[in-house]
């Protein structure tokens, strides 16, 4: 069981189902079944990912103490998840809210009330990290401190910086200097994958780039062996929203990258365990255990989808 500290966003999130983008305006609809409100958010999902996997978890994050924020102490306690790095430090939860369609399209829309503006207390974490085994630092402001606290301990640190346009984008850039294991979205690429990962590799040090590219699969770049490959998409079940499937995808590399220390078997798992995580709504639902997980990965490599 590996120990993992994880510090990033946890808030109210709502889903809408709707038909199709875009969304025609009427004043009223009723897509019974079709909202639901749960506690999300980047930070949550990651540490629930790795908690149901078997890790042993440290949750950093800011919330507000109002309502919302208690609701997302209950939720913690629920998924055996310790909120005692949990603070209120703002008035107000951060909440979000995701529209999506049958072919598991999304818009996302968030707000982060006063979070941006706060900064995670160092010696609050202090402990922990020097705990751990890995940090997992998202980029949210609040954690940006946290990151120099994890290098003087050092340990190794990982981090998805999502869709990234722009290489030099001031806000990600003392995220991915000081990250080893950097995860990333296809999205707003200005170049091809491969490009972008050769990029990343010279410019930066990271050790792992792995990009997600959606339906086409995952790219992984090693500076170890040098290789740069990309691996297909698995199918386990039907999508129904594909929110969430970077965090899955994320966390469950983590999990098995400090299982296994082989980045290519730790990606190949990991697509499994985000596959079947779109088979649900919300983007904190869906995650398989561990042993679910091991199952469906004998299942898919007898079946000759993964090798």
Known sequence: ?????????????????????????FPVRYPFFGIETTVSGVGLNIASALTRLGNNVDFASLIGGDDNGLLARRELKRLGIHDRLVLDETTATAQSVIVYDREGRRQIH??????????????AAEGALRECDLAVICNINFARPLLRLAQDAGKPIATDVHALADFDDPYNQDFMAATQILFLSDEALPVSPEEAAKTLMRRLAPQIVVIGMGREGAL???????????????????????????????????????RYGNPQRALREAMVFASYKIGEKGAASGFLTGEELDAWVRRMGESGEIV
């Open 1 to 25: 069981m590996a120990r993992v500290f994880v510090s990033g966003l946890i808030n109210l999130e709502t889903t809408l189902a709707i038909d199709g983008f875009p969304l025609e305006y």
């Open 110 to 123: 968030t707000d982060l009330k006063e979070l941006q503006d706060q900064r995670y207390p160092v010696a």
């Open 220 to 258: 992984l770049a090693t500076r170890q062996d040098g290789k740069i490959e990309r691996m297909p998409a698995v199918h386990t079940r039907p999508v129904v929203n594909t929110i969430g499937a970077g965090d899955a995808l994320f966390s469950a590399f983590i999990d098995r990258y400090l």
